[in-house]
């Protein structure tokens, strides 16, 4: 599990507007057994984001990664690697920035 994985969304209740999560976490602690998240939420172009928020590509579909709804889930939830959202690094780092410091 790398930082900036992206795995199907393990809650079939929320997956219709979230299929996917990105794992947000370093791998440095992989010994933890819950990780950190955020969901990639479908960008149907009308909805208001946060500053704090990605537009992303993903699988030929525009997404939304929601940084302000970061989640802590049990890893063993996240079963397959879907892809990597590791080319937008920069503006997710940067979101997480704002998110924690304000900036």
């Known amino acids: 599990m790398l930082q900036f994985d992206v795995y199907r969304n393990p809650s079939s209740r929320s997956r219709a507007q979230i299929p996917y999560v990105v794992l947000l976490q370093s791998h440095f602690f992989e010994g933890v057994p819950t990780v950190i ?5 479908i960008d149907d172009g009308i909805s208001a984001y946060s500053d704090a928020s990605v ?17 802590g889930i049990d890893r063993k939830a996240l079963h397959s690697r879907e892809g990597s959202l590791g080319a937008y690094e920069d503006e997710l780092r940067r979101s997480l920035e704002r998110v924690f410091t304000g900036f």
């Open 37 to 41: 998240v955020a969901p990639l939420l």
């Open 55 to 71: 537009k992303v590509a993903f699988r030929d579909a525009s997404y939304v990664v929601s940084i302000p709804e970061l989640a």
